[in-house]
């Protein structure tokens, strides 16, 4: 009972912010809502007994894609300019017609999940199943690595390929990413210092020891390398991490190293083991782990460089 | 109703709001926005479909979203780089409708 | 657990995919030779796929070692094959051309992007062609999808930059369509593989709302029309090697993939109600992107145009592949289309490249008098078009001849009627460019700028697509023989 | 129920009506400052009776201790932002051009 309602609250709170990040009439209002909706959403996968979600929802799903949008709605704001100043809307017909079409399209999915049958066997009961063949004791941390590598592979080259896109239209320097720090010359808030002092160190902790964990609970190299990429856009913000127009040789390899890795792994395979992608007998474990910790800086860098809107960054301590 | 069943209608709904932001407003922020609305409702569509078996939780299902989220935050990157690179080469913040 | 099935399959995706990576970690300008080395290797690897899917019947390779629906399938029949090879060779062509337009001094920052992109592109193709799983086909579409689009913008133009944007827009929607039908399939099916789930989803509203929305998604990749507006724009902008591998490759994935899903996952749903929606399309993009070509006053837009017509011939396959008389000639005629419309068109934007790098522009009214100083290229340029327009002895000849005979077979006389129409319309449009391009140039002309020389290898490589075009309209029968292995059950 | 049980119910009531109070403030009242005021202390305070809350019903010390380094995390996020808050807003308003320390 009090479930159902906790349920029902959700859902309607989630809806109630999505109508509002649509409808809202300021856009600093839709971002900030959106950004709310993507942590009650961290809330919904925990409800749906998935951890690895909400841990993965929280940091990029709300704190990243929020620390974007944020940046990308000051670059958009044009100098001297309060409101928003949005292009025109649409004739009412059209919004008519948008109304019908997303109206069938809730109709049309509403219809069909509720005729929809559970299967009887499932990837995902097979992979429950055979668990123990993956060398891990994570059933997501299987599926992403052993069961269905081949997907965790290209996702990461997915990441790579949207860096080196950011790299072809970028913006120069001193306007990309969060833009120009809004005082350079005066001095840093007294807190900031001791804010950075407690959390960088314990953020390399937690990430490390999602890292770890990743083989036998909720947890891996998509939390930990979130979690470092968030460490980065914090670093990047305060100027620590200062923009530059090149990539260093180390923050190259650092970017393809684990893809690399990867792949030299899987192609080993091949001869050591019995396929493309499948580990020698027991050594699954070790090389999961091997591969998550290569994968966790190449998913960590260029989050932190797409936020940075360059090519590079360096230490500039203080 | 079950407590999936309830998630599954709440991400059409969700898909319903996204599609109709994506064509009513203009402005390119809003309308990638809208896209992570309707990412959002798609991923909520296979977690719940993975909490309807009797006795366990499919995590296939959760493996396809967690990549799935990484997936978003990629494109989205990308369509705000290329949205503010457009702002700054022409001053416009959403796509004029005549031209193609 | 064993992997089965040819080493090759996954090489195909991995060789360009380190390929690109170890460019990008040594630089483009450190290591110039590399991507050659990377595309030779590549179509090695695919030629060796061919050999054995030519030689032993389609091949299944399971990554892991795990069977699905546990692991994801690599598979490879005779049309997925033969996309590879087509692939491959405008692969290989825009490697080869693309080295000396890129490093003229101008482009330096370019060639640092477009290597990286291009060859994790090349692997995203390859990983589409031969992926037997809806999930693994998401985020290879995904991956070709965010290599495009930089590929449009890479000049960094008003122009192009907004075509980047509606391209990067739209294309995310589709892929988010995709997505919830796969969603929808998967909760009803349980499995992820393209057999599997066809074995299991049956023809029901679930079923049917799945295969909408995915179709809706891959007609908006594929540009097919109403969805085809953001291809002009995009195609028309990039430069000449990207804009060849977009129309040519990336396009036609969509379409590769619309006759996949609906031959292999779907074919209890393709009703010939269905089959008339999707072919009604296809016919309708046929006439309209041909129209449309005969209006343009410049040369891109001229052939990213007939790419949106092109695009929708193998579409007429689906209404015709429930007649029984018509469906096995309208099956190959399909399939070859896709293939001389992918060695064609990349041949006539890299002509195309040639001319506007030579003159500085592609208006159509300023190409009087090119002929003598760009004689190869416009030679390269008039034979691609004779494929477009479906004349003999071109491989565009004999797809249209499948199907049409196919349809005419069937009597089918409508789609016979399109299709015959389209290539009367593509006549139009391609003997319109070659008339200004033969034309003496106009006395009263002012003085012209004298046009920039070509690098050779530039002038070569569309040439050699072209003439693989005829090679490959005068000795059909390998091509042909190797689209029998694995041929869809559903046809007739 | 045992006393550790009303406890513990006890504190996340509390906690409970604290957060509402602090929303309330937050949508109330006029102004960024009392807006601050009413959030850092009252769901600070709110944030650490959920914690004791929880405490008191966790299997082991060790979860205990977790709660509690929750609660700390959160102080000094929570410290801090508003720290930033404050120095920006009171840049913006009052116009002096210098930052306070």
Not at chain 3, 217 to 222: E, F, I, Q
Not at chain 3, 331 to 353: M, S, T
């Amino acid at each position: 009972m009090i479930d159902r309602a906790f349920d029902l609250l959700l859902i309607g709170g989630m809806l109630g912010l999505a109508v509002q990040v649509v409808a809202s009439r300021a856009l600093f209002r839709s971002v900030v809502l959106f950004i709310a909706l993507g942590l009650l959403m961290a809330v919904v996968w925990a409800r749906l007994a998935a951890p690895d979600l909400a841990l993965a929802e929280a940091a990029i799903g709300a704190g990243l894609t929020g620390a974007l949008l944020l940046a990308a709605y000051r670059a958009l704001q044009p100098a001297g300019e309060a409101g928003d100043a949005e292009p025109a809307a649409l004739p009412r017909r059209w919004a008519l017609v948008a109304a019908v079409l997303s109206g069938a399209l809730v109709a049309a999915i509403g219809w069909a999940v509720l005729g929809l049958e559970p299967p009887a066997a499932s990837a995902g009961r097979e992979a429950l199943a055979r668990l123990g063949e993956s060398g891990v004791k994570s059933p997501i941390t299987a599926v992403l690595l052993s069961f269905r590598a081949v997907d965790t592979l290209a996702e990461v080259v997915v990441l790579f390929a949207a860096f080196l896109g950011a790299r072809v239209v970028a913006e120069p320097l001193g306007r990309a990413g969060p833009g120009p720090r809004p005082d350079p010359a005066g001095g840093e808030p007294v807190l900031m210092p001791l804010l950075l002092r407690v959390t960088v160190p314990m953020g390399v902790l937690v990430a490390g020891y999602l890292l770890w964990s990743g083989g036998h609970q909720p947890g891996g190299a998509f939390q930990a390398g979130a979690v470092l990429a968030a460490l980065g856009v914090l670093l990047r913000l305060t100027g620590r991490l200062q923009p530059v127009a090149e990539t260093s040789p180390a923050e190259r390899l650092a970017l393809v190293g684990g893809i690399v890795l990867f792949s030299a792994i899987g192609l080993a395979g091949a001869g050591m083991a019995s396929a493309v992608l499948a580990y020698p007998e027991g050594w699954a474990y070790t090389l999961i782990l091997l591969i998550e910790t290569g994968l966790t800086l190449a998913i960590a860098l260029p989050l932190t460089l797409l936020f940075s809107g360059s090519a590079g960054l360096r230490w500039r301590g203080r | 109703m079950t407590q999936a069943g309830l998630y599954t209608l709440a991400a059409s709904a969700l898909a319903g709001i996204g599609v109709y932001g994506l064509i009513v407003r203009r402005h390119l922020l809003r309308r990638i926005l809208a896209l992570n609305l309707l990412g959002n409702a798609v991923f909520l569509l296979l977690v719940a479909l993975a909490r309807r078996h009797p006795g366990y939780v499919d995590p296939v299902p959760h493996a396809m979203v967690l990549t799935g989220i990484v997936v978003a935050v990629s494109a989205t990157a990308l369509a705000l780089v290329l949205a503010r690179r457009y702002y700054a080469e022409t001053g416009l913040r959403h796509l004029p409708e005549d031209e193609g | 657990m064993a992997a089965g099935g040819a080493l090759s399959l996954p090489l195909a995706f991995l060789l360009p995919l380190l390929t690109a990576l170890v460019v990008f970690l040594l630089g483009a300008r450190r290591a110039p030779w590399l991507p050659g080395i990377g595309a030779l290797a590549t179509v090695a690897a695919v030629a060796d796929a061919v050999r054995h899917v030519a030689a032993h019947g389609p091949q299944a390779y399971h990554l892991g070692g795990w069977m699905p629906p546990l692991g994801v399938e690599l598979y490879a029949d005779g049309l997925a094959a033969l996309m590879l090879a087509m692939t491959a060779a405008v692969g290989l062509a825009v490697t080869a051309y693309a080295g000396p337009y890129l490093h003229d001094g101008h482009h330096h920052q370019e060639a640092e992007r477009f290597w990286p992109l291009w060859l994790v592109q090349w692997a995203a193709l390859n990983g589409t062609f031969l992926a037997a799983d809806l999930f693994n086909l998401y985020i290879m579409l995904e991956l070709v999808t965010l290599t495009a689009v930089p590929l449009v913008a890479i000049t960094g133009d008003r122009a192009s930059l907004g075509a980047a944007m509606r391209y990067l827009l739209l294309a995310l929607l589709a892929s988010l369509a995709y997505l919830l039908g796969v969603a929808l399939l998967y909760g009803g099916t349980g499995t992820l593989h393209l057999r599997q789930v066809g074995e299991l989803v049956g023809a029901g509203g679930p079923a049917a709302v799945a295969a909408a929305l995915i179709t809706a998604g891959l007609l908006l990749k594929g540009a097919i029309f109403p969805l085809h507006t953001w291809l002009v724009p995009a195609h028309s902008n990039a430069p000449a090697p990207a804009s060849a591998v977009l129309s040519a490759l990336v396009v036609q994935a969509g379409v590769y993939l619309v006759l996949r899903l609906w031959l292999w996952t779907f074919p209890a749903l393709l009703s010939p109600a269905v089959g008339w929606l999707l072919g009604g399309l296809g016919a309708a993009s046929v006439l309209y992107g041909s129209l449309q070509a005969l209006r343009q006053s410049r040369l891109k837009p001229v052939i990213a145009y007939s790419t949106v017509a092109q695009l929708g011939y193998p579409l007429l396959l689906l209404p015709l592949a429930a007649v029984p008389a018509a469906a096995a000639q309208a099956w190959q005629g399909a399939a070859y289309y896709i293939v001389a419309h992918g060695l064609a068109k990349a041949g006539a934007f890299l002509a195309a490249g040639n001319i506007r790098y030579s003159l500085g522009h592609d208006r159509l009214a300023g190409l009087r008098g090119i002929a003598p100083e760009l004689s190869v290229s416009v030679l390269a340029l008039g034979l691609a078009f004779v494929s477009l327009m479906g004349l003999p002895p071109t491989a565009g000849f004999l797809a249209k001849w499948q199907l049409l005979s196919g349809a005419l077979g069937g009597g089918q006389w409508p789609w016979a009627a399109v299709i015959v129409l389209g290539g009367l319309l593509a006549a139009g449009y391609g003997l319109r460019v070659l008339a200004m391009a033969l034309a003496a140039a106009p006395s009263d002309e002012p003085v012209r700028r004298p046009p920039q020389r070509l690098p050779r290898r530039m002038v070569a490589v569309p040439l050699l697509l072209a003439l693989a075009v005829y090679l490959l309209g005068v000795s059909a029968v390998p091509a042909l023989r190797l689209l029998e292995q694995g041929a869809p059950e559903a046809l007739g | 129920m045992t006393v550790a049980e009303w406890l513990s119910v006890g504190a996340l009531a509390l906690g409970a009506a604290f957060f509402f109070t602090g929303t309330v403030g937050l949508l109330r009242f006029p102004g960024t400052f009392a807006r601050l005021h009413a959030l850092t202390k009252a769901d600070n305070l709110g944030l650490g009776c959920v914690a004791l809350g929880l405490a008191l019903q966790a299997d082991s010390a060790w979860v205990a201790a977790k709660l509690a380094l929750v609660w700390g995390v959160a102080l000094v996020a929570a410290t801090v932002s508003a720290h930033l808050i404050a120095r920006y807003t009171l840049r913006e308003r009052g116009g002096t051009g210098r930052a306070p320390p």
